[in-house]
């Protein structure tokens, strides 16, 4: 069987599943959503947001690119912002990256003359390489450099993110927070908070609890 048909037979079998566990979940599904979150994340198909953040169909707003860029000139990018901030009126902005990102290694390697819109698109990431060009030359090895940009990467993006005028001006604004997330664990590793200290504290309080939870079973 191709994959494309695979795939068809698995959605008739995941809809049946699904129908048989929650017999109102379509009809809920047809009246509307309301997602509290809108996930900015790499187009990377080992990086699927609701997967790896056990979530459900109508839970997360979802836009994913090479590399999980924010580009305030791309409407592409705008227009799930605008539209996620101000429509569906979401209370969280997470940017989340991965280590391993192909997109960002590209940033720092030769570009390919046979990838010219990639190219375009990593350019951003190029020159944030270049300001920070000293603390990445002091990472052992380009597998390392990387990492350190995708932190950076995500870092950068909640900064663009908290400056854009349909952020600012959502009263109140949502919250943006920057993740990224480990392919060799499964894990996300908080960045950037989008709750003040407080908060902040409660929210790593949960996690070394769902840490020790997981690490007796
Ligand atoms: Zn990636």
């Known amino acids: 069987m191709n994959r494309p048909k695979r795939m068809l037979v698995e959605n008739i079998a995941w809809a049946r599943e699904t129908t048989l566990a929650d017999a109102q979940f379509f009809r809920r599904l047809s009246l509307g959503q309301s997602p509290k979150v809108l996930w900015i994340g790499c187009a990377d198909s080992r990086v699927p947001a609701e997967t790896i953040t056990n ?49 960002v290694r590209a940033s720092l390697s030769p570009l390919s003359n046979d990838l010219p819109h990639v190219n375009r698109h990593i350019a951003p990431l190029c020159a944030l390489a270049g300001r920070h060009r000293d603390e990445l030359d002091k990472s052992p090895g380009l597998d390392a450099r990387a990492d350190r940009l995708a932190e950076l990467n995500v870092l950068e993006q909640v900064r663009l993110l908290r400056q854009s005028a349909i952020v600012r001006d959502r009263e109140p604004s949502p919250l943006v927070h920057g993740w990224i997330f480990s392919l060799h664990d499964g894990l996300i590793k908080v960045l950037a908070p989008g709750y003040d200290a407080q908060h902040v504290d409660r929210t790593n309080d949960v996690q070394v609890e769902l840490l020790q939870t997981s690490s007796c079973c």
């Open 55 to 103: 979530s459900s169909p109508g839970d997360l707003f979802v836009h994913r690119n090479i590399a999980n860029r924010f580009s305030p000139t791309d409407d592409n990018t705008m227009s799930v912002l605008e539209y996620s901030v101000r429509v569906l009126k979401v209370d969280h902005v997470i940017v989340c990256g991965h280590y391993g990102c192909g997109g």
